[in-house]
Every structure is written in structure tokens, then in C-alpha cells.
């Protein structure tokens, strides 16, 4: 083999192993992309068995329920909007005045493509927040008379803050 065709075909297998850790780069960037936590804020408006999935433990009393949010908006991640459905994982229905707050979601997209066909949904639902009221007075909350765990200072001077749960909230 000539030199010019040793450098020729040196040249070529370099270009080729460039090409595979671009297209590897590429597609590990997106699976850590699509594979990102999604926080919104939002209302359940309904929270239903799967009783088209088949129980993958009868002992664990857990089984999949579809969950659909009505999105406000995305905090975090990936924008969605609209009403989405999202698997999760749970022992018996929730009780029906989970749905009158707005909370905060967690959702997962679902990489496997044979687990979003089995459960007929994009996203699992990784949690969902307690709903919670903050309070907030331009006074401390003990000056009248409040025993509260704990207080949210913002702001300065005039424009000072006091915020705070109660404990029954």
C-alpha cells in the first residue's frame, strides 16, 4: 500500500469514528433531555384504575392509575399546556377533594416507547404537592397574636413581608 493511500484511508476512518461519537453525543444529549423532570402547576381533574393494564404484583396492593392534569403552566422543563395524562402508581382512588386545589406536579416523560403503549400515556406522574395556603401580613404574625412554625421574611422597610401557613391550612 502507497503511502498516499495509507494517509487516504487513515483520513476516511477518522472521519467515521468523528461521525459515530457525533450521532452517540447527539443521541445520549437527547435521551438526558427527554428523560427531564417537568414541574407544573395545575388541577386534577380526574384520577382513574388502568384497568386495561394488567397487575404486575397482586401482593404489592399498588396498581396503575391514569391521572389528568389541567396544566396552568410549566415551572420547569419542557413547556406543556393543555390536559395531560400521566401514569402513576397508587393504592385506591384519591379522595375527591384532591381536586379542588391547584398543585404543583411532577412528571416524567416516558422513554420506552412499549411502556407508553401499554399504559396509553407520555408521562408518569413522579408526585403531586399537599395544598397549602400562605398568609402574609406587613406585621410579625405574633404581634397579633398568632403562634405560627414558621415565618417568610421578604422585603425591606415599608415593603416588608411577613409570610405564613397555618397549622390547620
Not at 31 to 38: K, N, R, Y
Not at 57 to 86: E, F, Q, Y
Not at 154 to 162: E, F, H, I, L, P
Amino acid at each position: 500500500m502507497s503511502w498516499n493511500k495509507f494517509v487516504a484511508f487513515a483520513s476516511l476512518i477518522r472521519n467515521a469514528i468523528r461521525a459515530a461519537l457525533t450521532i452517540f453525543v447527539t443521541l445520549a444529549i437527547s435521551q438526558s433531555v427527554m428523560a427531564e423532570d417537568i414541574v407544573v402547576t395545575g388541577k386534577l381533574l380526574s384520577n382513574e384504575p388502568m384497568d386495561y393494564v394488567n397487575d404486575e404484583c397482586p401482593l404489592c396492593m399498588r396498581s396503575w392509575w391514569k391521572s389528568v392534569v389541567d396544566i396552568n403552566m410549566t415551572i420547569h422543563g419542557p413547556h406543556l399546556s393543555g390536559r395531560i395524562a400521566a401514569a402513576i402508581m397508587q393504592h385506591t382512588s384519591l379522595n375527591p377533594d384532591f381536586k379542588k386545589h391547584v398543585r404543583l406536579f411532577v412528571l416524567k416523560p416516558i422513554e420506552k416507547a412499549e411502556e407508553r403503549a401499554k399504559l396509553r400515556v407520555d408521562y408518569y406522574l413522579e408526585e403531586m404537592s399537599r395544598a397549602s395556603q400562605m398568609f402574609c401580613f406587613s406585621r410579625d404574625p405574633k404581634e397579633v397574636g398568632l403562634e405560627v412554625h414558621d415565618t417568610y421574611v421578604a422585603g425591606t422597610g415599608d415593603s416588608k413581608r411577613y409570610c405564613f401557613e397555618l397549622p390547620t391550612s
